[in-house]
């Protein structure tokens, strides 16, 4: 059995994150994931913002974990490549009412020692988005709220931990977990391996891996988030990450510019029983729209590119719960919102908590915190374009024509670290089929691509994972291509 | 370094049907220094998926399938010696027509223009634009995706399939499945009436028993990895689904002809003011856009019921830009053409000379026995009876030079009336 230092259990924002820090140092560390991908559950299906921090009770381990996670974010997106844009979070209110909560809200931040905070009146904050509507009359501006892209985030910090070092094992879906000596046993019933350390980042399913170890009794509730993505031509109705007035089930539906362009609308909060259902409903889109539009009265139904759902994992305290219950076996469980904010904080706090339990940190001599982007090639100017082309003429195939991506990115994402095996994993590191088409124009050429790079025939790709086969078989005396 | 730069009296944008045809034409007036840009592989656009027969009955007097259609426009060009750009993506085009372009070959390039076609086609409305709820499984494909895979590819994207939409595509479709051995349980249909051509419903659905449900739609998806059912429900006259009426239909996959949308991110990036009904350019009787030089044609343009029409407007466009290019003034006056919303649009939207003109426009409803009327003011100008319209087929009426030559002045309104 291949013995580890660390072994984390999750490949999402979170354990991405430890792992990325762990690879600094002489440390044998793998990530088990279950799925065939990493980022798989929450860390891709969620609003995209870096928190300010402000909306965190003062002195629970959300508050103090988000403001440095936001604080540590722009440096750590800038060192792999990942889009990060600092556009101002404003939660606006629509009553005179909501004025006392906004004015609360100001005064938590302040307390959890968020900068720049400031409540402003209708009229300023129209002056800074003109699209908001009419009826806001009071706002709070956050300038150092921002956005980022949450999968990139994730698969950038996994292809930089394993370039570092750090083993991924995907398909990996934890059964068991065992403690002899000083050494713990996860088994997959298939494949185990063992490890001094554990971290238990698996999401919704972190109650479950806790209580394999025997290392906690809490319970995580699926809350579901369901958002509509809209097109890049209505990305500019907004600059800013707009909230409304926050309630007892969060932030409420939120309207914000991605990173990359779109406008993102959403979530809902519905806790709900099943785990794996990601599914949207009729009511919970009409939800978003109508609370978006109210909003930015500008949306308009026709621009929905594509709509999705996403699973927050919510503990029963209200923190995050990030502790050690046994030697060796380190929970970070409850990670909701502000989770992905948080994410490099807590990477942090968690490097603090292995040392002090007797992990030996010693730096690598050849550690590298930089990674190439996966959009590289799109932020040339046209000149340098040319030049690349020249050298790798698949830099010179256009495969995705609403996102404008090559056929040489697309190379480059399937031999970059971690290696996609399906279509939606292309799609996530490199944007192709991310656009308005929605991949009708490229997917089967991304198909061809990726069924080369993997050896398989065309008709074996995937959509997502095992058994979402993209195909039956061939037609009637067709031949293979 | 800086990047090459081509220049031609005219680029053409596209080389599929319309692109073709526009080339044709354009050198056939005389334009000799001419260009056709196109980001596939092969000239032929859609059409070299269409495996289909009925193309070229207008055109050519005879049933040809969608390959051998553009083979003979590709021949056409070939004769001529018209030069063409496969695998070259424009990126994007200015007001004062200098194209940004990429390929293997070339790099980024650039191509100043004299005066450029807009011939790119159009797009499938996809899923995520209908918001259906539920879950996002492998299985759903718009039709011409589908229909890429099993005639491109020889690959089948499932075998019990429901159709949601009954575009022209989905139809054909439903059949070319159908003849792989595929079952086809369902064709779904938001609107009371189909979208499709009615010789598509006879030989496509009725000849395969096919159902087609009419003011029915899908307002659920099941499976997690793989499509597993959709659930269909019928819908009231406000095009809300009645939950009474659902019920499920297992099935692995889903295919969707749901609307074509003419795609036109160049057009705006060079800040051509567009139609709102027809997402296409606001053109004059040239297929002139607003902006002087640049033209469009095809499913760009508006979305087309047969391919023999494409050919015929590309062309109208290709003799227009010829005439543009030998420095013949546009016309000058400013005539709008107002549909009465019965008739949802007409393409041109505008006439800027009195001479004979083919107005095209499409219908927003089944309507019988009715009469096509033109007004100028009061006056009637142009009636014709038809004993049925429907919003699938395109319609078209003539306007003589000579009734062009007693019109008043700035507006002509189309509309239907009942006949008396």
């Not at chain 1, 103090?64 to 490549?81: P, T």
């Not at chain 1, 750090?166 to 019933?189: A, N």
């Not at chain 1, 298939?190 to 999401?203: R, S, T």
């Not at chain 1, 709509?307 to 050690?324: C, E, H, K, M, Y």
């Amino acid at each position: 059995m291949k013995q580890y230092d660390v072994a984390v259990i999750g490949a999402g924002v979170v354990g991405a994150m430890i792992c990325r820090e762990l690879s600094r140092f002489e440390v044998r560390t793998v990530l088990l994931e279950r799925m065939d991908d990493v980022c798989m559950g929450a860390s891709r299906a969620n609003s995209s913002i870096v928190h300010a921090g402000f909306d965190c009770e003062p002195g629970t381990l959300k508050a103090r974990l988000n403001v440095r996670g936001s604080e540590l974010m722009e440096r750590v997106a800038d060192e792999l490549g990942v889009p990060y844009v600092r556009n101002t979070s404003l939660v606006v209110g629509f009553s005179d009412e909501d004025k006392p909560k906004l004015e609360y809200l100001l005064d938590k931040g302040i307390r959890n020692g968020v900068r720049g905070l400031k409540l402003v009146t209708s009229d300023e904050a129209r002056a800074l988005e003109p699209g908001l509507s009419e009826e806001v009359r009071w706002a709070l501006l956050a300038p150092t709220g921002a956005v980022i892209c949450p999968y990139e985030l994730t698969i950038a910090a996994v292809g930089n931990a394993m370039d570092n070092g750090v083993e991924l094992r995907t398909g990996f879906e934890v059964r068991t977990i065992g403690k002899e000596g000083d050494l713990y046993t996860v088994s997959s019933g298939e494949d185990a391996l063992q490890a001094k350390y554990v971290i238990n980042c698996a999401g919704v399913y972190a109650d479950a891996v806790a209580a394999m170890a025997g290392a906690g009794d809490f319970t995580i509730t699926p809350r579901r988030g369901e958002y509509m993505l809209m097109d890049k031509e209505c990305g500019k109705a907004v600059r800013a990450t707009v909230f409304r007035t926050p309630t007892a089930m969060g932030k409420g539906i939120l309207v914000t510019r991605t990173v990359d362009g779109n406008l993102l609308m959403g979530p809902t909060a519905e806790n709900i029983g099943d785990k794996e259902d990601t599914s949207t409903t009729a009511q919970g889109l009409e939800k978003v729209f109508e609370q978006a539009r109210r909003v930015l009265p500008a949306v308009s139904m026709r621009q929905v590119i594509t709509s999705f759902a996403g699973l927050r994992a919510v503990g029963p305290t209200g923190d995050f719960i990030i502790n050690q219950p046994k030697e060796g076996f380190i929970n970070c469980a409850g990670i909701e919102s502000p989770g992905l904010s948080s994410a490099p904080a807590i990477a942090e706090y968690v490097l603090e908590m292995l040392g002090q339990s007797g992990l030996a940190l010693a730096e690598k001599d050849r550690y590298s915190p930089r990674r190439r982007p996966f959009n590289w090639f799109r932020n040339l100017t046209p000149e340098e374009k040319d030049e690349v082309i020249r050298k790798d003429p698949a830099y010179g195939r256009m495969v995705c024509r609403c996102e404008g991506i090559t056929e040489g990115e697309i190379r480059d994402a399937l031999t970059q670290n971690p290696r996609p095996r399906d279509l939606d994993g292309v799609k996530r590191r490199t944007r192709a089929g991310m656009g308005r088409c929605q991949g009708g124009f490229c997917s089967p050429v991304v198909i061809e691509l990726l069924a080369g790079e993997l050896g398989i025939p065309y008709e074996c790709v995937t959509k997502s994972g095992k058994g979402s086969y993209l195909m039956t078989g061939r037609t009637k005396g067709g031949r293979r291509s | 370094m800086s990047l090459k730069t081509l220049k031609t009296d005219l680029a053409i944008i596209g080389g599929g049907p319309a692109g073709m045809s526009a080339a044709v034409a354009a050198y056939d007036a005389g334009v000799r220094n001419l260009l056709i840009l196109e980001r596939d592989g092969a000239l032929g656009g859609i059409l070299q998926q269409c495996i289909h027969n009925g193309f070229g009955l207008h055109r050519f007097g005879e049933e040809l399938s969608g390959p051998e259609y553009a083979h003979r426009y590709e021949e056409m060009v070939r004769q001529r010696n018209i030069p063409f750009k496969l695998n070259t993506m424009v990126l994007d085009l200015t007001q004062d027509r200098r194209i940004t372009a990429t390929n293997s070959e070339d790099g980024v390039f650039y191509v100043d223009a004299g005066a450029v076609i807009l011939a790119m086609g159009c797009r499938e409305r996809p899923r995520g634009a209908l918001n259906t709820p539920g879950t996002r499984p492998a299985g759903i494909y718009t039709a011409g995706t589908a229909q890429k895979l099993v005639n491109v590819k020889g690959c089948m994207p499932g075998r019990d399939v429901v159709i949601l939409g009954s575009g022209d595509i989905g139809l054909i479709m439903a059949r070319r499945m159908t003849l792989e051995g595929a079952r086809v349980h369902a064709v779904c249909e938001l609107m009371p009436y189909s979208g499709g051509l009615a010789r598509n419903i006879e030989q496509c659905l009725h000849d395969f028993d096919i159902p087609l449900y009419l003011s029915t739609t899908v307002v659920g998806i099941k499976g997690r990895e793989r499509l597993e059912s959709v659930q269909i429900a019928s819908v009231d006259e406000n095009r809300r689904p009645i939950p009474s009426t659902i019920r499920e239909i297992p099935c692995d996959t889903l295919l969707l002809s749901v609307g074509l949308i003419p795609e036109n991110e160049l057009t705006k990036s060079a800040g051509v003011p567009l139609d709102r009904t027809t997402q296409g350019a606001v053109v004059d009787q040239d297929r002139m856009t607003r902006v002087p030089g640049i033209f469009s044609c095809g499913n760009v343009l508006h979305v087309h019921d047969l391919v023999d029409y494409v050919s015929d407007e590309a062309a109208v466009a290709g003799r227009a830009a010829a005439a543009y290019l030998s420095g013949l003034e546009p016309g000058k006056e400013e005539i709008e053409i107002v549909p009465d919303g019965l008739v949802r649009y007409t393409v041109p939207q505008r006439l800027t000379r009195r001479e004979q003109t083919r107005i095209f426009f499409r219908v927003g409803g089944i309507y019988r026995n009715v009469r096509i009327v033109v007004r100028d003011g009061e006056r009637e100008i142009y009636s014709a009876k038809k004993l049925k319209v429907a919003p699938g087929e395109m319609e078209s009426i003539t306007l003589s030079k000579d009734v062009m030559r007693t019109l008043s002045g700035g507006r002509l309104e189309i509309g239907l009336e009942e006949t008396p």
